[in-house]
């Protein structure tokens, strides 16, 4: 790929804080308004809410063709709403698969079965969405919209320093160096991002690991299973997440111990089949035909990081950069959608000021941001947390007492909405009772 020209390099340019050994040829620079780096959900919203309101962005996605890994493809009702305000729901919602309620068993014996039309808000329903969809509608909008330009592949290696201040990216791409000199740089780039490390915003963080792991896999969908439905299913200590997918299969989370995948698969295929028919015995075929190699498996390490400061001078961070969530109620790419509707205006209304993008107005932006939104991230996180406990009670006595909190919680629509609501309605207010729900598929 042949970078992109600009205009000559000015005078007094800022100098980078990472120089390279042996680096390919440096190309002309790029100038733009926002360089984001991270070309998920969270980037390519961020971008295309930007460009909607008359800013240029220069986003970097190190996966050329957005050939991303394995990523969650569930989006919360309060995501719906999202999509809606960006103006892509429609652009999606024949893609989308709609979920109607959340089933918990525990022991064999379900104990909590939650319909989302029951809810007070209007949107209601949780949808499954194929990532790749959700990328191109996103990446499709913000191209209509112009102001946005692309590279890819292309991996930030280094900021751009004038001083304390951040002025953008050093890019690696097939075609060499490229320098993005930007007013503001916001890190999208995920649970591992190079952003909040060479920015030093990880010296502030804490990671946090959970007492497990996760194994994905994709299953032929049961016959007799609802596929309208989120499932939970425990036994003793263990638990999985069966999850409808878009493309007719079932993803599965099987949990496991921390650091345990090893020993799991020194005991054999057979074992992992065991482990999924002991939560879900209508799966025992689905299982020996859906997963005949370790292949069809993918672990993901469970942790979450709380990283106290979101920006330094001239860069924020956003999503799983800022803070890392559990796939536990499926809560990383609604967060990384509701930081993009929360720090698009204020970073806009800060490059709008006289002489645009002056340091005060983009301090104050990005600490506004993160004031907005931490609290949200807090409760869901604390959510997160609390289940994550519930789900790993072992001896018959705790699991005894969980089973008795999930039936009480089933009892109570009310207490449904206390528990529930902050996860996956954080951002809406009550609707009026006989308010349709505006997820509905038209089918």
């Not at 962005?57 to 919360?76: H, I, N, P, T, Y």
């Not at 997963?291 to 942790?303: A, G, H, K």
């Not at 990283?307 to 800022?322: E, K, N, Y």
């Not at 941001?369 to 931490?374: G, I, L, P």
Request: charged share 25%; hydrophobic share 40%.
């Amino acid at each position: 790929m042949t970078a992109p020209q600009a205009n000559k390099p000015k005078t007094n340019e800022p100098k980078t804080n990472e120089p390279m050994q042996n680096e390919p040829k440096t190309n002309e620079p790029i100038t733009t308004e926002v360089c984001v780096v991270g070309g998920g959900p969270g980037g390519r919203a961020l971008a295309l809410a930007l460009t909607r309101l008359g800013r240029r962005v220069v986003l970097l996605e190190q996966r050329a063709g957005g050939a991303r890994a394995f990523r969650g493809e569930s989006l919360s009702p309060d995501g719906v709403r999202l999509l809606a305000g960006l103006g892509v729901l429609e652009r999606v919602r024949e893609h989308a698969h709609e979920v109607h309620r959340l089933e918990i068993a525990d022991g064999g014996a379900r104990v909590l079965d939650v319909r989302f039309d029951a809810f007070p808000y209007a949107y209601r329903r949780p949808v499954e969405l194929a990532q790749p969809v959700l990328l191109a509608a996103l990446a499709e909008a913000a191209d209509e919209h112009g102001g946005c330009t692309v590279l890819e592949p292309a991996s930030a290696v280094g900021l751009l320093a004038d001083g304390p201040m951040i002025r953008g990216v050093r890019a690696k791409t097939p075609g060499g160096i490229v320098e993005i000199r930007a007013q503001a740089t916001v890190g999208a780039d995920g649970r591992y991002s190079s952003v909040r490390r060479l920015s030093g915003l990880e010296r502030g963080a804490r990671r946090t690991p959970l007492e497990r792991d996760v194994v994905w896999m994709k299953l032929p969908f049961p016959a007799a299973w609802d596929r309208r439905a989120y499932r939970v299913r425990i036994s003793s200590g263990r638990h999985g997440l069966f999850l409808p997918s878009t493309d007719g299969t079932v993803r599965v989370g099987l949990n496991i111990p921390k650091g345990s995948l090893r020993e799991l698969r020194s005991a054999g295929l057979n074992a992992l089949h065991d482990r999924l028919v002991e939560l879900a015995p209508e799966l025992a075929q689905e299982a020996a035909e859906g997963v005949t190699s370790w292949s069809d498996t993918t672990l993901l390490d469970i942790f979450t990081t709380d990283v106290r400061r979101w920006s330094a001078p001239g860069v924020v961070l956003i999503g799983d950069a800022a803070h890392t969530l559990s796939p536990i109620l499926g809560q990383g790419v609604n967060h990384a959608l509701a930081d993009a509707a929360a720090l698009a205006p204020l970073l806009a209304g800060a490059l709008a000021t006289p002489r645009g993008g002056r340091p005060a107005a983009l301090a104050e932006a990005v600490h506004a941001f993160q004031r907005e939104r931490e609290a949200a991230v807090r409760r869901s996180r604390g959510l997160q947390l609390r289940q994550e406990r519930m789900f790993t009670l072992a001896s018959p006595p705790a699991a005894a007492l969980r089973r008795t909190v999930y039936r009480a919680l089933n009892a109570s629509p009310a207490l449904q909405r206390k528990v529930l609501a902050p996860a996956y309605f954080p951002g809406q207010v009550p609707a009026p009772a006989a308010a349709p729900a505006r997820t509905e598929q038209r089918t």
